[in-house]
């Protein structure tokens, strides 16, 4: 199963002025691809905040996204901080500067310029782009602007697609309690299976919606049978 986790960099999130779009946009777009999302970071515009984020998820996960932190300002510190998160020098991108050169014109302020500037080793990927999503080792440092974040998430989607899940729910009128035995049962018997409880009211009394999800089709089947099986009489709503 590949795994992946986010970094998003930014006071302005942390702090309320900005809402964060991005995270919630890719925990969605991962799940449809068959990735398992392990990590979400919040973190300040700080060198030494994102190096450590960075150094501590990247081995952890496939694939690490940074959100943010990216552009010609003296709080975008995205690029640093993964370099030194990843024992990197920042250097200048060829390719990018003269994107940038092009233009902006052959008078192009150094604070522009600072946007050509990547981790030591980075890839330019996403050709298609204008502006190509720079990878380096297996760190994705995406934009925190959310339209242009998905632009450019969407353009080298494919790459991370995998065997996709598979999700199954029921529904159940019933008090979560009297459920949970049942449902701690059959995850034992079937580890291979993720299963969820999720309670809600409703005005004929007690809702639980139980999920179960798994990359195996087979497992989800099994288990979706003995959980129907154990629930109490009458109390299935309905699956789906």
């Given at each position: ?19 964060d779009l991005n995270a919630r946009f890719l925990i969605a777009e991962l799940r449809a691809l068959g990735v398992a999302l392990r990590h979400v970071a919040v973190i300040p515009d700080d060198v ?193």
């Amino acid at each position: 199963m590949k795994t992946a986790a986010i970094i998003i960099v930014g006071n302005e999130i942390l702090s309320g002025k900005v809402e964060d779009l991005n995270a919630r946009f890719l925990i969605a777009e991962l799940r449809a691809l068959g990735v398992a999302l392990r990590h979400v970071a919040v973190i300040p515009d700080d060198v030494e905040a994102i190096a450590a984020a960075v150094r501590g998820l990247c081995a952890r996960v496939d694939y690490l996204f940074t959100s943010g932190g990216v552009g010609p300002t003296h709080d975008d510190l995205t690029i640093e901080g993964v370099a030194r998160g990843l024992g990197r020098r920042v250097v200048r991108a060829p390719t990018l500067e003269a994107l940038l050169r092009a233009h902006f014109g052959p008078d192009a302020l150094d604070s522009a310029l600072r946007m050509a500037d990547v981790p030591e080793g980075a890839e330019m990927i996403g050709e298609e782009l204008r502006w190509p999503v720079c990878l380096v080792q297996n760190v994705y440092v995406l934009p925190g602007v959310p339209e242009i974040f998905r632009r450019k998430f969407l353009a080298i989607k494919e790459r991370f697609r995998d065997t996709p899940f598979v999700l199954r729910s029921i529904w159940v009128r019933a008090e979560e309690s009297r459920l949970a035995q049942g449902i701690s049962q059959v995850a034992a018997q079937i580890p291979e299976v993720e299963i969820g409880s999720y309670p809600r009211s409703d005005p004929d009394g007690p809702v639980v919606r139980i999920t179960v999800e798994s990359k195996a089709a087979d497992a989800v089947a099994r288990a979706v049978a003995r959980l129907v099986e154990g629930l109490p009489e009458a109390s299935l709503l309905r699956t789906e």
